[in-house]
């Protein structure tokens, strides 16, 4: 038995159920991955949701970082991504199943389509994303993944989906910070029961400086980045902070213990100028 508590952390339902963790620790490539902050904050800090990607390139570091933890499989919520050089029936299928073996895992909490563009010539992009998408249907069946999502889908995507294939996404994980704000695709998914997740809750660091934000955190006595995560989850969205450093992985946390006001969320609000500080799927068919 592991002796180190869990994150006194909310958990959003999935509409089959699920209960996902609403704070999660990311992780990416280039740089983005570090063995000691994710022991750290698993051990430490009380993470129990980790989000990672094929993409990455960290899934069996990651799998080392979750064994020297000591938590048991159980314990955690573990989400990954399908790249799409591994769109298609086959490939999906193989590729989802290469990454619990990389992992040392036998199941994902959830599995997601990275990107809603095939990089597979000769077909559509909706042909193939609804190709993948049945093989993804199938690991849910066989309970591979626990659940299963998309990554970057706007509502045109999600539409098609929806037509093609038999079950709805349980989750959407799209970029989502006070400057880029698509509420019309959250209205959406809401609607739809597709629970709306958020990366790059800091803007990759861009919203820090945000004299709104900085204001805010004065009002509270926070960090910039306390106030841009505890917005996000007041805005009842599943956040995954990304960080390879200890001290900021700890302050990311600490969100729970303090409550924005009204005027608070709607001055964030008012920050939306819709800019993104990564992949923009704006133009994808």
Known sequence: MALFPALSCPTVQLSNGLEIPILGLGTSHNGGYSHDAVVYALTECGIRHLDTAKRYGCEEKLGEAIEESGLLRSDLWLTNKLWPGDYGYKAAKKACLDSCTAMGVEYFDLYLMHWPESLKVGSSNREIRAETWRALEDLYKEGVCHAIGVSNFLVCHLEQLKEDCN???????????????????????????????????????????????????????????????????????????????????????????????????????????????????????
């Open 167 to 285: 079950v709805v996404p349980h989750v959407n994980q799209v970029e989502y910070h006070p400057f880029q704000q698509p509420n019309r695709l959250m209205e959406y998914c809401q609607k739809d029961g597709i629970v709306f997740e958020g990366y790059s809750p800091l803007a990759k660091g861009q919203v820090l400086s945000d004299p709104v934000v900085q204001q805010i955190a004065k009002k509270h006595g926070r960090t910039a980045a306390q106030i841009c995560i505890r917005w996000s989850i007041q805005n009842g969205v599943v956040t995954i902070p990304k960080s390879v450093k200890k001290n900021r992985i700890q302050e990311n946390c600490q969100v729970f213990g303090f409550q924005l006001d009204e005027e608070d969320m709607v001055a964030l609000g008012n920050l939306h100028d819709g800019r993104h500080v990564t992949w923009d799927p704006t133009n994808v068919d």
